[in-house]
């Protein structure tokens, strides 16, 4: 039961244009979400996060827009650069102390960045 | 500030055999998880640490798999026996108790290939 899905496995963007990355998830215990960026052969850091609470937070190049009712999330960076070609993952998780505060992760969307 | 050291990088054993992995979160770190991340998927929650005690283990396969987090730092996931579905990299992550509880700083992990 996949709880977090990103339904795109790859993403090619021109360099300078926007890269919109989406996720869905299906529990709506979740209230915390969170992108995370991997290079290879590197531990996944910490992009950018939104509470439930909002439908937009920002920061630089980096958007997150929220969309309870249809439990969807979208990264958008603008513009794309080519250090930004790694795999996103949107991770999903509920208040600390609920059944559900673990960080649940979707299987990733690998962005490329074509200079 | 330190990040979240893992060691040894990279593992290469036949299955049967034994093999250990070991995790140093960030200083004051709390919390303390390591996740499986098989090819193509996205990282996988083992188990998750309060200080020593185990907060959710429900994902570990207990049959093959322990882990133990001594005086709160340090912990050790170790597999044994190993089987050819193990092959993974083997993330170790730390988050702190206070501010963003839910924001997890990982380690570079361990890629293990089982043969």
């Known amino acids: 039961d996949q709880q977090v899905k990103q339904n795109s496995p790859s993403l090619s963007v021109q360099e300078g244009r926007i890269s919109i990355l989406n996720c869905d998830y299906t529990?709506?215990?979740?209230?915390?979400f969170l992108w995370y960026k991997k290079y290879p052969a590197e531990g996944p850091t910490f992009l950018i996060s939104?509470?439930?609470?909002?439908d937009k937070n920002e920061d630089g190049r980096f958007t997150v827009f929220l969309n309870k009712s249809a439990k969807h999330l979208s990264l958008h960076i603008v513009p794309s650069q080519p250090g930004d070609s790694a795999v996103y993952f949107c991770a999903a998780t509920s208040y600390p102390g609920t059944s559900y505060d673990k960080v649940i992760f979707g299987p990733g969307t690998s962005l490329s960045v074509i200079p | 500030e330190a990040g979240v050291a893992q060691s040894p990088r990279y593992k290469i054993i036949e299955k049967r055999q034994s093999v250990a992995f070991w995790c140093n979160p960030i200083s004051g770190h709390a919390t303390l998880y390591w996740y499986q991340q098989i090819l193509g998927q996205g990282p996988k929650l083992l188990i998750q640490f309060q200080n020593n005690g185990v907060v959710d283990d429900s994902q570990l396969p207990k049959d093959r798999f322990s882990a133990e987090r001594l005086k709160g730092v340090d912990s050790t996931l170790k597999i044994q026996p190993a089987k050819l579905e193990d092959s993974a990299v083997y993330l170790c992550?730390?988050?702190?108790?206070?501010?963003?509880?839910?924001?997890?700083?990982f380690g570079s992990g361990t890629q293990l290939s089982v043969l």
């Open positions: 992550a730390s988050s702190p108790e206070s501010g963003e509880p839910r924001k997890l700083f």
């Open positions: 529990n709506s215990m979740f209230d915390y």
């Open positions: 939104i509470s439930s609470i909002k």
